[in-house]
Antibody
Framework: QVQLVESGGGVVQPGTSLRLSCEVSGVGFSGYEMYWVRQAPGKGLGWVAVISYDENHKYYADSVKGRFTISRDTSKNTLYLQMNSLRTEDTALYYC????????????WGPGTLVTVSS | EIVMTQSPATLSVSPGERATLSCRASQSVSSKLAWYQQKPGQAPRLLIYDASTRATGVPARFSGSGSGTEFILTISSLQSEDFAVYYCQQYNNWYTFGQGTKLEIK
């Protein structure tokens, strides 16, 4: 049974930074592509970033490119999202997700961690 | 960017009835289409992937069909626990979601 648990969310001011973490258990973490997906309050879902299993490939949604950095620590079974220069429009529930076995759909989700950017 | 459009935005159906949800892609996504269910206060749950394959543990009353640009999620006999928001997602060219269909009790 795969478990993903996000942490690190909070209330921050525009222009500041925050680092999210996602601890993964119950699966061989090092073998899977991992993602961050976000959901603004009362809104739909949006992909944020993806990292390959070996950390060699990282891609970002245009809205966060140059500001967010995805990384992973295999020794700690943990996925990270470093968020810099935060904007009010980054306010959302951030989910850690795992790639499915046959394609880039998301077969496991954490409960999410809420990031609120407000002055 | 591939735009995913779901219809209707809200669907009112009685328990025991059939529900049909639609998802249209702005260009072909082949069969790289997933469906998710989201209940209030919960993370999304994968229901269907590759357009028609049920995820582990998903009841047989959920079925997916379609390819290319037109996709359907059918729930054959609605149970009380099925009333939720449903999202489609394409993964043929990066990853984009539809805006969701809210399935409510009639």
């Amino acid at each position: 049974q795969v478990q993903l648990v996000e942490s690190g969310g909070g209330v921050v001011q525009p222009g500041t930074s925050l680092r999210l973490s996602c601890e993964v258990s119950g699966v061989g973490f090092s073998g899977y592509e991992m993602y961050w997906v976000r959901q603004a309050p009362g809104k739909g879902l949006g992909w944020v970033a993806v990292i390959s299993y070996d950390e060699n490939h990282k891609y970002y949604a245009d809205s966060v490119k140059g500001r967010f950095t995805i990384s992973r620590d295999t020794s700690k079974n943990t996925l990270y999202l470093q968020m810099n220069s935060l904007r009010t429009e980054d306010t959302a529930l951030y989910y850690c997700t795992k790639k499915g076995s046959s394609g880039s759909y998301f077969d496991s989700w954490g409960p999410g961690t809420l990031v609120t950017v407000s002055s | 960017e591939i735009v995913m459009t779901q219809s209707p935005a809200t669907l009112s159906v009685s328990p025991g009835e059939r529900a049909t949800l639609s998802c249209r892609a702005s260009q072909s996504v082949s069969s790289k289409l997933a469906w998710y269910q989201q209940k209030p206060g919960q993370a999304p749950r994968l229901l269907i992937y590759d357009a028609s394959t049920r995820a582990t543990g998903v009841p047989a009353r959920f079925s997916g069909s379609g390819s290319g640009t037109e996709f359907i999620l059918t729930i054959s006999s609605l149970q009380s626990e099925d009333f939720a928001v449903y999202y489609c997602q394409q993964y043929n060219n990066w990853y984009t979601f539809g805006q969701g269909t809210k399935l409510e009790i009639k």
